[in-house]
């Protein structure tokens, strides 16, 4: 896929917190191209975050399928990317899940 094919990225997370150690962890699924004929599905596995990192993280290996891009070179924000690119992105995530549904 090519930076100038990428319309939409979907994130959808779930956070699970460690109560016993103080920690918020997180998966993800990024949809690129959500309902297109070149749709492609990015998981992220279990790690350490909270609040936005989801997205951080996720729209960083996203970044990473276009290493030669500003995108990439320059690690751009959500609101960065939807104002240069023109992508839409969504994002939404599923909190107080249990550590095993991650």
Avoid at 10 to 15: F, S, T
Avoid at 33 to 54: H, V, W
Wanted: net charge positive; hydrophobic share 30%.
């Amino acid at each position: 896929m090519k930076l100038k094919d990428l319309k939409t990225i979907d994130i959808n997370a779930k956070e699970w917190f460690d109560s016993v150690n103080g920690n918020s962890y997180f998966s993800s699924k990024v949809t690129l191209n959500y309902g297109l004929p070149n749709e492609k599905l990015i998981k992220l596995p279990f790690q350490n975050g909270y609040n936005d990192a989801y997205v951080h993280q996720s729209l960083y290996q996203v970044g990473k399928l276009f290493p030669r891009s500003y995108w990439y070179d320059k690690f751009l924000q959500k609101y960065d990317i939807t104002n240069r690119y023109k992508i839409k992105i969504y994002n939404s995530i599923t909190k107080n899940c249990k550590k095993n549904q991650l």
